[in-house]
């Protein structure tokens, strides 16, 4: 069966708010020390990337209502593709400066859509 539109909303909701509460008072040298939160916060990114790369396959018009989604799924093209390459400095920054914004955009098309928009 095909999974909404909403259903893959949820899954990014429910990562970036994951990312986000690992990210409240990590510094990036604690970060880049510990392997576990390395590789948990890469699968979400992983994640994020994917139910966007789904969104833009499956419900374009939802999709085109995020500002950043070609960059999303090439970040997790290259992580999952590239992951030796993956600079650690630079995903701590995403993590720490874009997520939460994602956050919110994800949170404004659901709305949308539960008010049928």
């Known amino acids: 069966m095909p999974r909404s539109a909403e259903a893959h909303l949820r899954e990014m909701e429910a990562a970036a708010k994951y990312l ?3 990210a409240n008072g990590l510094s990036l040298e604690a970060y880049l020390d510990d392997q576990d939160i390395r590789f948990a916060v890469e699968r979400n990114f992983i994640h994020i990337g994917e ?9 374009p018009a939802v999709a085109s209502q995020f500002a950043d989604i070609a960059r999303i799924v090439d970040s997790r093209n290259f992580i999952i593709h590239r992951y030796w390459d993956v600079d650690h400095t630079a995903v701590f920054l995403t993590l720490t400066t874009k997520v939460e914004p994602l956050l919110a955009e994800v949170e404004r098309v659901l709305e949308a859509l539960q008010r049928g928009g």
């Open 51 to 59: 139910v966007m790369a789904q969104l833009r396959r499956e419900f």
């Open 20 to 22: 986000i509460r690992k």
